[in-house]
């Protein structure tokens, strides 16, 4: 599944002292025509692309865990 993505330099939202990274990945489907950009705000350190690599494979293992059971319910 291969994937592009971004990251931005540190953000504070109003009222929070911690700093936050936004990753932006594209994801492209088995096909390669469907793209599809997915934003993740993370308060992991995001300093180089191995980082938001991590990041993007952290949020899709938690977002199939979450799903996958929801689909099987379904």
């Known amino acids: 599944m291969p994937q592009r993505f971004g990251f931005s330099s ?3 939202l109003p009222h929070r002292d911690e700093p936050l990274w936004v ?3 594209i ?3 088995a096909d390669q025509n469907h ?3 997915v934003a993740v705000l993370t308060n992991l350190k995001v ?3 191995d980082d938001a690599a991590s990041v993007v494979e952290h949020y899709i293992s938690r977002w199939s865990g ?3 059971p929801i689909r099987f319910l379904k």
């Open 23 to 25: 990753v932006v990945y």
């Open 35 to 37: 793209q599809e950009p």
């Open 47 to 49: 300093e180089t692309p």
């Open 10 to 12: 540190p953000i504070t």
């Open 66 to 68: 979450c799903e996958d």
């Open 27 to 29: 994801h492209v489907g």
